[in-house]
């Protein structure tokens, strides 16, 4: 008498089972990566986006607005704030953008984190805001 059997043995589906998971710890992985390096790219354009705005505020108001890094906050006096994913430093912690536009002084504001993203920091000169990438503890515009 012959049966057909119809299925997956319990080591088939054992075997499935573990190949599944190793590839999903390495697709993990790599996802986690990427995500973080998302996150750090956002925040650089987050402080990009919001220091450009408040030059055109204070060109078009003619009024000064004193910018302040501080944690993971960006804020602007008179103005409001920008949370940040994650915290960031500047080598001056506060700077001025003057009626005229202007910004003094000039300097740099890092994204601290380890990720290795296109770009994580932001160059502040008098008359540019520009995407940078740290390298040997500076920040090089892009």
Do not use: H
Not at 46 to 74: C, D, L, Y
Not at 117 to 132: E, H, I, L, N, P
């Amino acid at each position: 008498m012959d049966r057909e059997v119809k299925g997956f043995t319990l080591i088939e589906l054992l075997v499935a089972v573990a190949i599944l998971a190793i590839l999903l710890s390495i697709g993990l992985a790599a996802f986690l990566d990427w995500r973080k390096k998302v996150l750090v790219e956002q925040d650089v354009d987050t402080i990009f986006r919001f220091i450009q705005s408040k030059r055109m505020e204070a060109f078009s108001k003619k009024q000064s607005i004193t910018v302040t890094v501080s944690g993971s906050q960006i804020c602007a006096n008179p103005g409001g704030c920008v949370d940040l994913n994650f915290p960031a430093s500047a080598n001056v912690t506060s700077f001025t953008i003057n009626a005229r536009g202007f910004i003094v002084p000039g300097g740099t504001i890092s994204v601290n984190t380890d990720a290795d993203a296109k770009y994580d920091c932001v160059v502040v000169s008098t008359v540019r805001v520009k995407k940078g990438k740290r390298r040997g503890g500076s920040c090089e515009p892009i």
